[in-house]
């Protein structure tokens, strides 16, 4: 499951695809917390409905200057997802056949805030291209899985 950020004009990650997330607040006991409590207020799903089964590799962002602590969860409920309005535009759900797909990794030169015409590696899913720090973490859980399937 992935998200569409709505578009804010200032902010370096509007209108990309991603997974929910978002900043440490005071009461969040760790990072795994930060990632549950932001997953509840994104997309609605409870965090005691989620089993964490792995931490990902930790990456640094440089456009917005956060270190970010993936997880990958499991969730099994039939409640419908309840997207925040002010900060999900659509959920993209991804079906796990075309996110093995090798054919839908590909390069695709972009323009950021730091470079321009990088030639970034990407998953085209859904129609959206998927790229960066997401990329990234799509590439480790896809690793991840290769393992066992």
């Known amino acids: 499951m992935l998200i569409l950020r709505k578009s804010h004009p200032k902010d370096v990650h509007s209108n990309q ?40 590799t930790e990456i640094y962002i440089p456009p917005s200057n956060f270190d970010v602590h993936p997880f990958m969860g499991l969730y099994n409920g039939s409640e419908p997802f309840l997207l925040q309005e002010t900060e999900v535009e659509e959920l993209v759900e991804v079906q796990l056949m075309d996110f093995m797909d090798d054919t839908n990794i590909f390069t695709e030169e972009m323009t950021t805030s730091y470079a321009s015409n990088v030639p970034v590696p990407a998953f085209k899913l859904n129609g959206y291209t998927v790229w960066g720090a997401t990329g990234m973490m799509l590439s480790e859980i896809k690793a991840l899985l290769q393992q066992v399937l």
């Open 17 to 56: 695809i991603g997974f929910p997330g978002g900043q440490v607040e005071a009461e969040d006991i760790s990072m795994m917390a930060t990632a549950l409590r932001e997953t509840h207020e994104e997309v609605g799903v409870e965090p005691k409905s989620i089993k964490v089964i792995k931490s990902l």
